[in-house]
């Protein structure tokens, strides 16, 4: 699985992005797909996933409310649509493939990674 993640910018405290990841493979269906952020001098960290059929999401707590994960199995297509942005939301993004139709929180539990895309909220 080969990921490529855009949709990233300069955005206005309170404002909204839309994240992109297109996946090729054929198993894009069966995999769960992962949104990840690292800020500077951070860990990575987990912000959302979706398990293959879209049945299962998960959401870190610092996000819930405010972004949405969803998928397009038919485009092989992962988004994040993200409202109310913070400044802390600052970071790279990253889409993730896990190795399973499971979602995890875990970067660990994920096989494939894409390039990421850098959002930047200002105050």
């Known amino acids: 699985v080969q990921l490529q993640a855009s949709g990233g910018g300069l955005v206005q405290a309170g404002g909204s992005l839309r994240l992109s990841c297109a996946a090729s493979?054929?198993?894009?269906?069966?995999?769960?797909m992962g949104w990840f952020r690292q800020a500077p001098g951070k860990e990575r960290e987990f912000v959302a996933a979706?398990?293959?059929?879209?049945?299962?999401?998960n959401y870190a707590d610092s996000v819930k409310g405010r972004f949405t994960i969803s998928r397009d199995n038919a485009k092989n297509m992962v988004y994040l649509q993200m409202h109310s942005l913070k400044p802390e939301d600052t970071a790279v993004y990253y889409c993730?493939?896990?190795?399973?139709?499971?979602?995890?929180?875990?970067?660990?539990?994920?096989?494939?990674w894409g390039q990421g895309t850098q959002v930047t909220v200002s105050s």
């Open positions: 993730a493939a896990s190795f399973d139709d499971l979602i995890w929180t875990a970067t660990s539990r994920y096989a494939y």
């Open positions: 493979g054929r198993t894009f269906s069966s995999v769960g």
């Open positions: 979706i398990s293959g059929n879209g049945g299962s999401i």
